[in-house]
C-alpha cells in the first residue's frame, strides 16, 4: 500500500502521527514512507502503526532528557498506535534527508497516521486518538 497524499486547506486539522514499532510489522504490512519538508530542517518517517519525525536545528529550549538516555534527546518525536506521543532517546539518525520533499500545505496518510506539513510546523497524529506531536525550529508540543 503506498501512502496517499493531498492538499489541505488552510487551518485545518493537523495531521496525525503515531509513533514507530514499525520493526515489528509484520511483512504484509503497508509500505513506510520517508520525507523531509521543504526546508530540509524535518525528516519523517510514516507507516501504518506509527510516524517518527526528526528535526535538524531548532531554537527551542533543549528538553532534560531520561536518566536512562545515554544518546541524543529533544530531537526526534514519535507516536504510536494508541499512546501518546514523546521525545525519542537515541544514538543514530533514525531520518533519511535524502528522502523526497512533501511541499507545504499537503498531508502524507498511512493508516490512520496522517502528517502535516506546513509553513510554520510539521505535525502528525493518529486519526482515531488524536495522540501525536507538532514540531517546528521554534517550538514542539506531543499530546
Same mark, same amino acid.
Given at each position: 500500500m503506498k501512502a496517499t497524499y493531498f492538499s489541505t486547506a488552510l487551518g485545518a486539522v493537523a495531521a #496525525? !502521527? #503515531? @509513533? $514507530? @514499532? $514499525?520493526s515489528a510489522a509484520p511483512a504484509n504490512a503497508a509500505q513506510l514512507d520517508q520525507f523531509v519538508s521543504p526546508s530540509g530542517n524535518i525528516g519523517c518517517l510514516i507507516g501504518p502503526h506509527g510516524a517518527e519525525c526528526e528535526i535538524r536545528d531548532h531554537s527551542y529550549a533543549q528538553p532534560v532528557a531520561p536518566v536512562n538516555c545515554h544518546g541524543a534527546y529533544g530531537d526526534v518525536f514519535s507516536a504510536q498506535d494508541g499512546t501518546f506521543a514523546q521525545l525519542n532517546c537515541h544514538t543514530d539518525q533514525p531520518i533519511d534527508f535524502h528522502s =523526497? !520533499?512533501?511541499?507545504? &500545505? +499537503? +498531508? !502524507? =496518510?498511512? &493508516?490512520?497516521m496522517v502528517c502535516s506539513v506546513t509553513m510554520q510546523y510539521v505535525e502528525c497524529a493518529d486519526g482515531t486518538t488524536g495522540h501525536g506531536f507538532k514540531v517546528a525550529r521554534e517550538f514542539y508540543n506531543v499530546y
Amino acid at each position: 500500500m503506498k501512502a496517499t497524499y493531498f492538499s489541505t486547506a488552510l487551518g485545518a486539522v493537523a495531521a #496525525t !502521527v #503515531t @509513533a $514507530l @514499532a $514499525l520493526s515489528a510489522a509484520p511483512a504484509n504490512a503497508a509500505q513506510l514512507d520517508q520525507f523531509v519538508s521543504p526546508s530540509g530542517n524535518i525528516g519523517c518517517l510514516i507507516g501504518p502503526h506509527g510516524a517518527e519525525c526528526e528535526i535538524r536545528d531548532h531554537s527551542y529550549a533543549q528538553p532534560v532528557a531520561p536518566v536512562n538516555c545515554h544518546g541524543a534527546y529533544g530531537d526526534v518525536f514519535s507516536a504510536q498506535d494508541g499512546t501518546f506521543a514523546q521525545l525519542n532517546c537515541h544514538t543514530d539518525q533514525p531520518i533519511d534527508f535524502h528522502s =523526497r !520533499v512533501v511541499d507545504y &500545505g +499537503q +498531508q !502524507v =496518510r498511512e &493508516g490512520t497516521m496522517v502528517c502535516s506539513v506546513t509553513m510554520q510546523y510539521v505535525e502528525c497524529a493518529d486519526g482515531t486518538t488524536g495522540h501525536g506531536f507538532k514540531v517546528a525550529r521554534e517550538f514542539y508540543n506531543v499530546y
